[in-house]
């Protein structure tokens, strides 16, 4: 059985890959799926409920929600692709390069991460933030390289792993060179454990990018991103829930798809990281 | 076991000494001047610069600023704040307490929704329990504290009306926030008791344990549960890091006070000594509760201290 059959037979996973399939249509068609303009404002009809004319209903500003929910998977969805990507970019290499060469520059290397995981949390991405100042092109560098540590480790533990295997041993001995043998022998037994690993982190990014723009750090109005939503219909819970509703929930479908089909690729690709 | 605390104490002070660097650093790595980001909404003389500079002693040669900071630092000094010109450690002091109750109900939430949880899955396992609980922390491992936090409001306190929405305090404006943290690290919790229980129950002792003609519940909560919750306590340091960084959103959703929206505001108003104060206290903090963890874990199994 190939391994794609093995994945689509869990029924988990299937119903993460559905959401996510929806979720990605949603980005990719939102200019013709959204009824309106997700920024244009009409105080007219501000806070109107569900309902035929404005089905996810008004916020405060006229705007549609459901247009905005439907925009705001373009955003978030983008933000976890690019924080994992910047965190899997700078981790892999650094864990490579310290498990297979060791020695001082492995030592050095993983003090860093040490001191970097030392931060708990969003805490580490707070920081950064801080540094870079607010904005949602600086959450997702934040929020990337809060996870650097992370795959540094991993890809370290796998390398020191593959690198005890015989063939490494025997390519070693037929005189291949160190560069060609981490891309050729040991690089493949690191893209399974990667793969997963990016894939269940890519919903920990989208919360945590969420959660930034929630606290006001990240995206900044008007653009319509749904931590930033949330936060926004916080003073109109009691007259109009829809407003901070449809956002939350996409949030939580939207990392609930991913954790799916994080935990379905793992039996699939790593058997051996099932808990 | 003496030789153990030595050792996992010596380890720490190059991870400290690490931290103090970084947030020490933080202030370097702004792009452009501190000082007139920090004043920038200031209508500020080229005289008030050069002071504040002077005051924040940033026209000292680097590795004097650093050993000041460092020197400071442990004598419980972490700086004046820009905005309320008070002392960085009196306002972490002032809201250490709220976060700490935050964090602590937090983790007794976690632990009370998690352990049963876990424990019901692993016994009923492939039955439909299993399927429901496990569904449930899905749910909780994908579920924004934010949102949950929103709901919570929405139904116990604007609805009910059981439950004060905002504000810190007493024992009712704790429960809600309890639980709006503590949902993740509960559904971690779960997960981790479920498979660390499944493993126990079929070690040789558990099957002993019933060959001698002991009950169901005798078996379980005396022989497995016992063992089972070895692994789970590991993680309970790593959880706490994660409740009191995750205080920062709770907070914000139930406009708490608290070492949360005490870094939030500093850093949306640019506040760097703030920021670097609080921040070096969390981390710190985090450090250390690890150590004690990992000293309590020592001390429940022998092999770790041995290895």
């Known amino acids: 059985m190939t391994s794609a059959a093995a994945l689509v037979r869990q029924r988990g996973a299937l119903l993460g890959l559905l959401i996510l399939a929806a979720l990605g249509t949603m980005a990719v068609a939102a200019p013709w799926l959204a009824a309106r303009d997700p920024i244009r404002t009409a105080a007219r009809e501000a806070l109107q409920p569900p309902g035929a004319r404005f089905l996810l209903g008004s916020d405060q500003f006229g705007r549609d929600v459901g247009s905005r929910v439907v925009y705001g998977a373009r955003v978030s969805l983008l933000v976890g692709v690019i924080s994992v990507s910047i965190a899997v970019a700078l981790g892999a290499p650094l864990g490579l390069v310290s498990g297979y060469y060791g020695g001082r520059l492995d030592a050095l290397i993983m003090r860093v991460m040490d001191v970097l995981l030392a931060f708990p949390g969003i805490l580490l991405a707070l920081a950064i933030v801080s540094v870079l100042s607010p904005g949602l092109g600086n959450v997702m560098i934040a929020v990337g390289l809060s996870a650097v540590p992370g795959y540094a480790r991993l890809v370290r533990a796998t390398v020191l792993a593959a690198r005890e295997h015989l063939y490494v041993e025997a390519a070693r001995a037929l005189g291949g060179r160190d560069g060609g043998i981490l891309v050729r022998d040991i690089l493949p037994n690191v893209v399974a454990p990667l793969i997963v690993t990016a894939t269940l982190g890519l919903g920990g990014a989208i919360l945590s990018a969420a959660a930034l723009s929630f606290l006001g750090l990240g995206s900044q109005p008007p653009q319509p991103e749904w931590g930033r939503m949330l936060s926004e219909g916080r003073d109109y819970l009691r007259e109009a829930w829809w407003i901070s509703t449809f956002p939350g929930l996409g949030i939580l479908l939207t990392v609930l798809a991913m954790n799916l089909v994080g935990d379905g690729l793992r039996d699939v690709l790593d058997p051996r990281l099932k808990t | ?307």
Not at chain 2, 121 to 129: F, K, P, Q, Y
Not at chain 2, 195 to 221: I, P
């Open chain 2, 1 to 307: 076991m003496l030789t153990y605390v030595g050792r996992r104490l010596l380890a720490v002070v190059p991870v400290l000494f690490g931290v103090t660097l970084a947030v020490f650093s933080m202030l370097f790595l702004v792009p452009g001047d501190p000082v007139k980001i920090m004043l920038a909404e200031f209508v500020t003389t080229p005289d008030q610069v050069a002071r504040m500079r002077a005051q924040l002693h940033l026209d000292e040669p680097v590795l004097q600023q650093y050993g000041r900071f460092v020197g400071n630092a442990l004598r419980g000094d972490l700086g004046m704040s820009i905005r309320s010109r008070r002392p960085v450690a009196t306002e972490i002091g002032e809201n250490l307490g709220s976060t700490g109750r935050l964090a602590l109900a937090s983790m007794v939430v976690a632990i009370a929704l998690g352990v049963p949880l876990g424990l019901i899955a692993a016994l009923g396992r492939n039955s439909w329990l299993d399927v429901a609980a496990m569904g449930v922390a899905l749910l909780g491992v994908a579920m924004p504290s934010f949102w949950l936090g929103f709901l919570l409001i929405f139904v116990f306190s604007l609805h009910l009306g059981w439950l004060p929405a905002t504000g810190g305090g007493d024992l009712p404006h704790l429960v809600m926030p309890a639980v709006a943290l503590g949902t993740i690290a509960a559904a971690i919790i779960a997960r981790l008791t479920r498979s660390s229980m499944l493993e126990v129950l079929g070690q040789d002792y558990v099957r002993t344990a019933r060959a001698k003609g002991l009950g169901g519940f005798a078996v379980v909560v005396r022989h497995a549960l016992r063992n089972a919750l070895i692994p789970v306590v590991t993680v309970f340091g790593l959880q706490f890091g994660n409740l009191l960084a995750g205080a920062v959103i709770v907070e914000t959703v139930f406009s708490r006070p608290g070492l949360g929206r005490l870094i939030v505001g500093a850093i949306l108003s640019k506040d760097f000594p703030l920021v670097q104060g609080t921040v070096l206290f969390v981390a710190t903090a985090y450090v250390l509760i690890n150590v004690v963890v990992d000293m309590a874990y020592a001390y429940v199994d022998p092999r770790i201290r041995i290895g």
